[in-house]
């Protein structure tokens, strides 16, 4: 059996039609949602099982948990870079993180973390997986420390010798719907070019960036699973892995390329940042993935341009969810 936290979210759903495309239906998938039949992401997927996020965790402290594990792919957490609830954080992110693995290391199966690269905080420290550069990484917001908490707990616990922990970057594309105003910018701004024929970019506050010159590294969902699952077969691998295509672009770039993938001639407003986030905002991002090519993972990383094309084409325009 494979278990899928987060299997109903985003990058989970996606996942789940990664291991069907492979002939896998033996999944436990794990979430919070309350009826997985009406889950718009799950229609298309095949698994054999659902259980609530909260009686996975009581059967797997209480011992309950009696059937075979091959692989735990946790990536069920609370993803808001703008939560500001830390003990929800922390009991969400953190220790029930914790749970997870010890359960899999019990069971003997294969652990692959979600972590994140909100952990790199505006950069300065560099984007390395190195796991001797941890701690100087410095998070802006609450979400990024949960993440940081658990990485450093893995570390000085000697977990990160036997399980894996993938630090997502800007992941976008297929099965996002259901995440509000943490949508990707394609999906949002797909939507605002709809109702008004435009987009909104954040203004720069950074003098170093012009206004959409602010850069990302941007990854298609696609490309970020067939990484992770890179990692069900690749054992060898442990520690904390970047996931990201290794080259930022920036947030014009982005715009251009739905544009062009709507057939529309670019339209861009550049609009003031709220003050909130100011002093919380990435200006650069790029993922250093060289431990990943030297672990082995040869996955080819879709263009920017292509990836914004297939997920407007062939999702968007049409309306589809990801399936096997």
């Known amino acids: 059996m494979i278990i899928v936290t987060g299997g109903a979210g985003f990058i989970g759903s996606a996942l789940v039609a990664g291991l069907n495309a492979k002939g896998r239906r033996d999944i436990l998938i794990v979430d919070t949602i309350a009826e997985p039949g009406n889950c718009p992401n799950l229609r298309n997927l095949s698994f054999a099982d659902y259980l609530s996020a909260d009686d996975f965790l009581s059967q797997i402290t209480a011992g309950r948990f009696n059937s075979p594990v091959d692989a735990v792919f946790h990536l069920g957490a609370c993803s808001s870079t703008t939560e500001t609830d830390t003990a929800f954080l922390t009991k969400n992110n953190v220790e029930y993180s914790k749970s997870v693995a010890a359960f899999a290391l019990d069971k003997k199966a294969r652990l692959v973390h979600a972590s994140s690269a909100a952990t790199y905080g505006d950069g300065s420290n560099g984007f390395s997986d190195d796991h001797a550069k941890l701690r100087t990484l410095q998070p802006l917001n609450p979400y990024g420390q949960s993440k940081q908490d658990f990485d450093l707990w893995a570390l000085d616990n000697g977990m990160l010798e036997k399980i894996v922990a993938l630090k997502y970057f800007n992941v976008f594309g297929p099965n996002e719907y259901h995440k509000a105003d943490m949508r990707s910018f394609v999906l949002k701004g797909y939507e605002q070019i709809k109702q008004t024929g435009k987009v909104c970019l954040f203004k720069s506050h950074n003098p170093d960036y012009k206004d959409g010159c602010q850069m990302r590294d941007f990854l298609y969902v696609k490309d970020a699973v067939d990484m992770t699952l890179f990692f069900l077969a690749g054992k060898i691998a442990n520690g904390v892995f970047n996931i990201g295509s290794g080259q930022a672009r ?32 990435q200006y650069f991002t790029q993922a250093d993935i060289s431990k990943l090519r030297a672990a082995g993972c040869k996955s080819q990383i879709t263009s920017l341009e292509n990836a914004v094309k297939d997920y407007v084409q062939n999702y968007l325009v049409p309306n589809r969810y990801l399936s096997a």
């Open 250 to 281: 920036t947030w014009l770039d982005l715009a251009n390329a739905l544009f062009a993938a709507m057939n529309l001639k670019p339209d861009i407003e550049f609009i003031d940042m709220p003050e909130i986030l100011r002093d919380k905002y």
